[in-house]
């Protein structure tokens, strides 16, 4: 099967690199095209333009933002260039309103769109362990299976809509900034009471929060270094929470946890934190409290 | 080893059925009287008096609220009462001002006071699954051990000061409901657009968020059933934030999430929810949202 | 002096009826044309396209929002139809990203742009007292001075960069909006106590909030009728907050008490309230407690 | 008539010495006895005991809260010692709770009872401009009138349940905050834009928001100066925030913007900030923002 792949970021790397590895036949593109020299020396072919990943079996889309990846459709005709059996399974986080509006222009040219975003950091990727959620007509999601399953751990059907996908995704990442902010927030409130980060977090991620969402961001709190490589750039979670208010919005439904903890973001890169781990939220909570 | 047991609540009732079907010498106590038979029926001795439970080597109380907790010292005399050997733990939930105060009062007293107060609900109370977090003087804590090891999974210890154990629980709780409303509002907008609460849960709480915290209050949001005689009813979250807060303001540490919960749970028992399992914040959410 | 005047709605029609009646030469375009109709019975002349208006001293435009105004620039090549001498004053409430890029648009053709959004509601504009926060270069403001000084009672200008009126204008919509959601969440809460609300909104208004942003939405919560057409429609409340916390996030700045307030909005629309008078909030205050 | 004060802080200070200077016969007693000499110098007499000043026509308390209050009710059996003519006015801010508790206590032992809270600083007491809310029996309120006359510039009279005046006194105090927390924010997001906080204050405390609730906070917001000793201390505030909660709470009434400025609050007490004016939270908004 061949596959090709545009977006050779933070997540699209790994996630190109497992499908190498897996013996796919895979071309990759991205703007800035040093990015793809550890992949080409992984076996992958790398692309001139995006238009020549499009006619492959699966086109994989990984890009940075909405933006980014309207430049790439618009710029190289991309839904245009792809082949009639090509199916477009776009993996980036995007907007409710993106995510309809590329089903639409899917659906006018005759093209197969799935929405197939990720929970997971870099680090998942690397390990494959990622989960995809994936929606959009039932073939086109069966075609690339054999591809999601070299990518994720697991993949979740959730229907027909693409943009389902994408809520999901969204409201996936409203509850996880706030679980991370709450866990900063009971580590100030603790600290001020005497007691060690370290122990509260082992506590707490040994028992009722032993899951990802918490197991993720705890040990960069213990340790207070947020310069994780493989983590999640706070920025990025802001951008998330962004588009989820947004998508909530929309349908009128009010969101205050959210929207606090968005508040909170706000704070974190008036303070320069936006380029650190999300899990640096700790640092402006006990500022915030002087702990 | 005797133990005495007093307050026999939705908590205690499970709590001393382990002790004595772990073929400890257990007395029990409660203002209602008639909720000790099944205890006595199970092989424990009722007292006439809070008293004959004090002469213990180990007293748990396990109370409802700092004021009930404080009227049984305070009639009966309890710190007064218990021998020189006996070791007093509280593992109920209580302010931290009490917290201080009660290690004071036995401390005057020269009795020795552990607070033990636990993470979980009745069904993990029953299964003896609790987290028991445990702060007080080290031979007190290992004098409870074997009861305390009959009624949790594991004992935390954190210390001499036992008001750092209760910090620790209130801090906990204020994640927990946090990460409650947190899913509430995210299913109330995913429900927003089309999708199925329990296709949605179902993702999250196999994936990111597969701890107790989701776990536990997940599948009442799918099947819309928040009856559960086992759950946490949703006013004594309300109390456990309301103590997380004073004693977060006490040390001026700002706890943003925990407040905007707050106000929820407030809107929740406004709606007559209050005595309902706390997973009913999905109906407020939903309500709130009109989905 | 000939002013044209571009946007004729709830707040444009008086505006530029008090321009006619005040003497000027006025030519007025909107895009469904029949809302000009009064302004021609007092004196305007209709003009068959926006670029008729153009040419005069002074165009004022008072569009919607962003994309009303940027669709009519573009369409009719608005700012390309511009005198030399035309001073081109948009007191709609726009975006900052708009307004940064509408004063570049103009520089780049050697247009005169200002910013001149307006703090009041219809009823203020009827009455000629609005206030005028108004940005750009010096001359060019007092090119317009003598018809904005028959639209408001005052103009404040603040400085030379247009986007800083704008600023203004969002920051003083977010204290108005969380101005009428406490005194909203106030009423319920008194109400609650068993307190009129109308008893307690006089005694407030009549003492430390007797200004404008209380007096402007208690008659209306007193008399609970939310139907008032002069009024300030809340969906275009939660619209300015979005433009607010925009442009504050750009910056990093955390502004947590529009945060909460927008959610508040959200609610009131998912109740049907989107169209009515902003106080219309204490309706949604008093559901959400209750009373 | 004879007037017994008691409570002469910077409250009760002003206020008792309007009353010696409208020639009443006042006696006075505060715990730091040395607080009356000025107060002796204008005319009063001190009394040596709290119970002296409840033989007056009229006995007033400014107390800090409810715990000083309730101890010097306590100590000195102040509701025994009053006369059966005897109107008791008390003229701070306590919780409801206590509100409703001592109307009890005096109904009980047939005495007369006035809850008559202040909206207004220091320096308004000081120039008899307070606005006076009062509850409790009619005539009673009618024998204190003359008093309050002198101390006020208005009385509102709501009904005959004293605990309603404290509900006004608290729920208007949540305005406030609210208010000085949304211009504080107001502020740092105009300041990001490159707008001088002064130029901003100017303008919308002469338009929209001209009334005392910004008027007595925005000048030490343009100063940058917030040592007012005739302000309101943050602390204060953030204690009339917790009083209102916790009535709001007890009818299940949310208040989402007022929990939210408690954090604020909070985080400007963790700074240092509690001791000054509440118009500080300038400050806090501005640290947040990095501007």
Known sequence: MRI???GIGAMGNPMAKNL???GFDVTVWNRSGEKCQPLVAAGARQADSPAECATADVLITMLADDA????VLREHDLIGAMAAKTVHVNMATVSTATAVELAQR??????AYVAAPVL?????????????VAAGPADAIEQARPALGRIGAKVWPCGDEPVRANAIKLATNTMLVSAVESMAEAT???AAHGIEPGDFLEIITSSIFSCPAYLGYAPAMEKRDYDNPQGFKLRLGAKDIDLALTAAHAGNVPMPMSATARERLAEAMAAGDGDK????LAETARRRANV
Chains 1, 2, 3, 4 share one sequence.
Do not use: C, E, Q
Not at 68 to 71: G, I, N
Not at 277 to 280: I, Q, Y
């Open 120 to 132: 997971g950091r870099p680090d998942l990727a690397a390990a494959a362990k990622l989960n995809i």
């Open 4 to 6: 090709g792949f545009i």
């Open 68 to 71: 980014a990846l309207d430049a």
């Open 277 to 280: 781990d999300l899990s640096v």
């Open 188 to 190: 100030a409130m603790t």
């Open 20 to 22: 190498i590895d897996a």
């Open 106 to 111: 899917h659906a006018s040219a005759g093209k």
